[in-house]
């Protein structure tokens, strides 16, 4: 157990829908990290939030948001779904995001858009 | 966004042999990682180099981080059925370090 949550575990939704994926981090770390991972594409790293704040952008689509709370944890929201949506959300979490940091993942959100 | 380059794809070996597998980068890495994923789970950190030459142990499993920066090794020793799963490698660029790139994974199977 990594100390990272993630909820819901599954997720059915319908294309054009928006769905909201939640993550808690371990305990006193700081930074969060949001990926995608299907099949065909490995893990693709979509955004990370230190302290509340944005402080990187990967490869995440416009339809797609992230925020992370004062409470530390982070939301990711996808709207206007696709079928290619259909993948793993894992999130992960460290202690300050720095360069050095060691990334923590958490269980995965699996979404299956129909 | 780039990934590494990771080798082999995938590996079928017996029970009790040795299993090596690699990370190769077109530039300079200041860090290296090496994840597993089990089935449905999320990966998990099995060992971290910040170091050039660094060579660094976790029970059977033994990764070095390269000496030109472009490539790290993971070895694994006298496989087990449980090291079935998904290895991945990651690593941030010395000069982009706000992601983490991560390789395609290697899917190890351990027949009995």
């Known amino acids: 157990d990594s100390g990272v949550t993630q909820t819901p575990k599954h997720l059915i939704t319908a294309t054009g829908q928006r769905v909201t994926l939640r993550c808690s981090p371990r305990?006193?770390?700081?930074?969060v990290y949001w990926y995608q991972q299907s099949l065909d594409q490995g893990l693709q790293f979509l955004i990370q939030y230190y302290n509340g704040e944005e402080r990187a952008k990967g490869n995440i689509l416009e339809r797609f948001s992230a925020q992370q709370f004062p409470d530390l944890h982070s939301e990711l929201n996808l709207s206007s779904l696709e079928l290619g949506d259909s993948a793993l959300y894992f999130c992960?979490?460290?202690?300050?995001?720095?360069?050095?940091?060691?990334?923590?993942f958490g269980p995965g959100t699996r979404l299956t858009v129909l | 966004g780039q990934q590494l380059n990771q080798s082999p794809q995938s590996m079928f070996i017996q029970e009790g042999e040795d299993v090596s597998m690699n990370c190769t980068s077109s530039s300079i890495f200041n860090t290296w990682l090496w994840y597993k994923q089990d089935p449905g789970e999320g990966p998990v950190l099995l060992i971290a180099l910040y170091k050039a030459g660094e060579l660094t142990s976790n029970g059977r499993l033994t990764a070095q981080f390269g000496i030109t920066r472009k490539d790290s090794f993971l070895n694994i020793s006298a496989s087990i059925p449980s090291d079935v799963g998904i290895y991945f490698c990651?690593?941030?660029?010395?000069?982009?370090?706000?992601?983490?790139?991560f390789g395609a994974g290697t899917r190890l199977t351990v027949k009995p």
């Open positions: 992960a979490s460290s202690v300050k995001g720095g360069t050095a940091d060691t990334q923590y």
């Open positions: 305990s006193g770390d700081l930074s």
């Open positions: 990651a690593g941030l660029e010395e000069y982009n370090n706000n992601d983490m790139r």
